[in-house]
Each structure stands twice: as structure tokens, then as C-alpha cells.
């Protein structure tokens, strides 16, 4: 035990905060971001068709009517989105002056809370870290935790990604004996959204060493899955080369453009044409077909052979502050048990500080077709299944998308965990009653 951590307290210090040459990192000198309001449904499609043509990245697509759409523009194609503003009359707001200086920011934060990281495995949750080190600390977790009679932690791969690293997960149970139903938790999916697996990683630390009455109630009642990083292969491109790179990092034949969005890809009403893409160089591209990514197809054979004894997913995302359930291939599709999965979602929100909006993911304005969230309800039969848009809003003094700072990490997930807490004691509750 003291050997694994003391390696992995070593990484920690002395690995440098992105490990990137700076002259072969992709920069955003003189980049801007822009926020506009969609009206309607109509209108955001129109947005779409209108700018297809035009090399923007959108940091947020909305879901619901009078969200914002938030869009990463160069200085050379600046004049012509703002034409499409002004034809569609949308009103917009430049909220961020300089992209390659809030990602240096970023940088320059890593830097210093790496430099005063403890020695201590906590000090694991207070930023975020290279896929080589996540890999380190799961085990390190699992090689602790499995010399304590009270908790359990199983390290594992559920499959390879496209460039060969792990998919790695871990399970956290409390054994006595009994068979009990579990919960999946992931995050990374998209590479840039780096709080969502910093705060599943915050997660773990709370289930494998949290001695509090509601993390041991947790243990009583679930065996829990997570998974930090869905997509390690983009994220690691994201931290070395492009912060606001997005989709996976496999070879698209015929395209010189890479990549898939995993969150488009899952097998359950694939549909490119619902909110993804059949565009290789589009950063929703959602692949040649289900499933055409390992990435993806590794979790979703995850799901369907222990779907039955899930029962509930989260797979955490960001930015913008929603807690949405299935269906969202179609904005007309609504699951037949919304009701109950709007109240659990509810329980959670209520718990938490920041201000989440509930809601079904396609229905009120951006059907995306290809989920992980409806392939495990739809496709696998878990019955809690949840995408979770993490902060900001405009959160925390202002806009800053995905690019959270890291001082805030341990302030969304302990908010986070809150709502988490609440989540679990609710659906054991529900457990009981469909028992009784």
C-alpha cells in the first residue's frame, strides 16, 4: 500500500501539468466565444443549416427553448456568424475576448495546485490529471481499499479503445453476502468536459474511504460501477494537443479528419441525422454506423450483461447545469415512465445548491440521436438513466463553458455528491417498496 501511493504521490508532483510541447499545441490566439438565445426549435435548425458551411465549434448546444447556444469562433469567420445573427435576428453577446488565455489560465492553475499537492491519495480529487495517472490512482484505490474487512474495490478494463488504452472501471462494494443491484456512474465521454471525470473521480474517493452514515447506507444498499474516463483517447489529445477537442480519436476512412462523438453512437435509434452528423470533420459525427467505435461498443456491452442488475446510469457531462432523461433520439419520443424518472431526478436537484434544470433530453428543443443514456434505458432496460450537464452556467463569477478552474473541482463535487446521496437513498426506497 505505501509503495502504490507513494509512486502515485510522486506522479502527481512531478509530472508536468500537461506534458505538452507548447509549439505543438493547437492555440486559439484571437479566438472568441459568442452566446445567442434560439426562440424556437425552427430557428436553432435554421441557425444550423445557415452555418453549416462555417468552421465553428459549439461549446453548447441548448436544451430547451431560451437556452443559450455558446460558439467558439476564429477572427476570419467572425463577420460571417455575425451576419447569420443579424439575418436570423438573434441577439448574441461576445463572452469570452481571448479563448487562448482562458486556456492558459487554466494551465497556470493545474501548474500551482500540482505544486502544492499533499502527499495523500485525497489530494488526487483537487485537480485534474493525466489518463496515465487515473489509471494509477484506480488502482491505488483498489490495492488500499481490498486490505479493509469493510469496503471493496475491484480495478478492471472493460475493453480497448481505439489507440489500445483501457477503458478502466471500477467497483465499489461493501460485501456481506448478499446479491444487491448496482449503479453505473461514467464521465469523459467528451474529451474537453474534463470536470465530469474529475468529479467521478471525487466520487470514488467518497465511496471507498467516506465514513459518513449516508456513504455507508449507499454501500448497504448498491454495488457501484464507475468510470472516470469513457474516452481516454480524446482526452489525452485534448490535454497535449487541443483543449477543445470533443470526439474520440480513431481513423475515419476516406476523411483526413479523425474522431467520433461517442454520445452519438451508441446502438439504440442511430440516427446521424438527429442531431449528430454523417460528416467526419463535424464534431457531432456520429460514426459510420452504431456502434463503429470501440469506445461506445466496450460500454454498451458493459450495460446488456449487467443491465439487469443496474438500476440506475449516470454519465456525466458538462457544461450547463441540466439533469435530463431519456428519450433523445427524437424530440417527439418521451419515456412512458417519465413521471417517476423526473421525480428521482427532482430528489437529487433538490439536494444540491446549484440551480439544475430537469427535463427530457430530445423533447423541448435538441433531439440527439445515439446516447448512452437511451441506449441503457431503451436497448439494456435500466430503468434511471440520467445525463447530467455539470457547471457552470455562468456560474463562479462569470462565463468560462468547460473550462472550469480547478480550485472549483472540489466545490461541484461535493455539491455533486450531495445530490448523489439523495439519489441513492431515494431509489433503495424504491427498491424496498417493489420488494414489499
Avoid at 160 to 173: C, L, S
Avoid at 421 to 434: H, N, P, S
Wanted: aromatic letters at 12%; one cysteine or more.
Amino acid at each position: 500500500m505505501i509503495g502504490v501511493l507513494s509512486v502515485l504521490v510522486a506522479t502527481l508532483v512531478a509530472v508536468d501539468v500537461v506534458g505538452a510541447d507548447d509549439t505543438q499545441r493547437i492555440r486559439y490566439d484571437g479566438y472568441t466565444v459568442h452566446q445567442a438565445v434560439s426562440s424556437s426549435h425552427d430557428q436553432l435548425q435554421q441557425f444550423m443549416s445557415e452555418t453549416s458551411h462555417l468552421p465553428l465549434n459549439f461549446w453548447h448546444i441548448p436544451h430547451a427553448v431560451n437556452d443559450t447556444i455558446d460558439i467558439m469562433v476564429g477572427p476570419d469567420v467572425l463577420h460571417d456568424l455575425n451576419a447569420v445573427f443579424d439575418k436570423l435576428k438573434m441577439e448574441s453577446k461576445q463572452v469570452v475576448d481571448n479563448v487562448e488565455s482562458v486556456f492558459e489560465k487554466e494551465r497556470r492553475s493545474m501548474h500551482h495546485i500540482r505544486r502544492r499537492a499533499t502527499p495523500s491519495i485525497q489530494s488526487y480529487t483537487l485537480n485534474y490529471h493525466s489518463y496515465a495517472e487515473v489509471i494509477d490512482y484506480l488502482q491505488a484505490v483498489s490495492n488500499s481499499t481490498n486490505k479493509s474487512p469493510n469496503v471493496h474495490a475491484d480495478y478492471f478494463s472493460i475493453g480497448k479503445t481505439t489507440q489500445g488504452n483501457d477503458q478502466a472501471m471500477i467497483k465499489i462494494y461493501r460485501y456481506d453476502g448478499r446479491t444487491k443491484p448496482a449503479i453505473l456512474i461514467d464521465g469523459g465521454i467528451h474529451a474537453r468536459e474534463w470536470i465530469a471525470p474529475a468529479v467521478v473521480i471525487n466520487f470514488i474517493y467518497q465511496l471507498a474511504f467516506g465514513r459518513d452514515r449516508e456513504i455507508q447506507a449507499m454501500l448497504d444498499d448498491f454495488d457501484w460501477y464507475l468510470m472516470p474516463l469513457v474516452n481516454p483517447d480524446g482526452y489525452e489529445y485534448s490535454r497535449l494537443r487541443d483543449r477543445s477537442w470533443r470526439k474520440t480519436m480513431n481513423v475515419n476512412p476516406g476523411s483526413s479528419c479523425k474522431g467520433t462523438d461517442a454520445n452519438r453512437n451508441f446502438d439504440f435509434h442511430w440516427n446521424p441525422y438527429s442531431g449528430g452528423s454523417t460528416n467526419p470533420c463535424e464534431e457531432v459525427f456520429s460514426g459510420s454506423s452504431a456502434f463503429s467505435i470501440p469506445e461506445s461498443r466496450n460500454l454498451g456491452g458493459f450495460m446488456r450483461h449487467h443491465g439487469p442488475s443496474i438500476k440506475a446510469y449516470l454519465t456525466f457531462h458538462s457544461y450547463g447545469q441540466y439533469f435530463l432523461y431519456p428519450y433523445g433520439y427524437s424530440s417527439y419520443s418521451v419515456a412512458s415512465d417519465h413521471d417517476e424518472l423526473a421525480s428521482l431526478a427532482r430528489t437529487a436537484v433538490n439536494a444540491m445548491s446549484s440551480d439544475y434544470v430537469i427535463g427530457s433530453s430530445g423533447k423541448d428543443l435538441y433531439p440527439a440521436a445515439g446516447g448512452s443514456d437511451d441506449y441503457a434505458k431503451g436497448a439494456c432496460r435500466i430503468k434511471y438513466s440520467y445525463t447530467v450537464e455539470l457547471p457552470p452556467r455562468d456560474a463562479f463569477g462569470g462565463y468560462t463553458g468547460f473550462i472550469l478552474n480547478p480550485s472549483q473541482i472540489p466545490v461541484v463535487a461535493a455539491d455533486t455528491l450531495k445530490g448523489l446521496k439523495a439519489f441513492a437513498i431515494e431509489l433503495a426506497r424504491r427498491q424496498q417498496r417493489q420488494r414489499l
